[in-house]
C-alpha cells in the first residue's frame, strides 16, 4: 500500500494525471498545498476515477479552509489534519510525493 501525496494544483501541472498511472487498488490519495485544488469540479473527475478504482481519498482540511475549498461537501473524502496527515503515513508502507 502507498500514500500519495499529491502537493501540485492539477491546473499547474500533470502530476495528478501521473499519479493515476501508478495508484492502484489498496493505495490512498492525500491531497495537501496546491493540491486540494483537484477538488474543484472541473478536476473532480479524476478523483471519482480513482476511488472507483479503490484509492482512498484524503485532504488536509488546513489547506482546504487556507483556499476556500469546503472538503466536507466531497463525498468519500476524508478530511485529516496533520495528525491525520502522520496517521497516514504510518499506515501505508511507503510514500510517493507529486509535485
Do not use: K, N
Not at 488536509?60 to 496517521?87: H, K, M, N, Q
Amino acid at each position: 500500500m502507498t500514500l500519495h501525496i499529491l502537493f501540485e494544483s492539477p491546473f499547474a501541472g500533470h502530476a495528478l494525471e501521473e499519479c493515476r498511472r501508478v495508484a492502484g487498488a489498496g493505495d490512498a490519495l492525500l491531497l495537501a498545498g496546491d493540491g486540494v485544488y483537484a477538488l474543484a469540479d472541473t478536476a473532480a473527475d479524476a478523483l471519482h476515477a480513482l476511488r472507483a478504482d479503490g484509492i482512498a481519498l484524503f485532504a488536509l482540511a488546513e489547506d482546504c479552509a487556507a483556499r476556500g475549498i469546503a472538503s466536507a461537501e466531497v463525498p468519500g473524502l476524508g478530511a485529516v489534519d496533520y495528525g491525520g496527515f502522520v496517521e497516514l503515513t504510518l499506515a501505508h508502507e511507503r510514500s510517493v510525493s507529486w509535485f
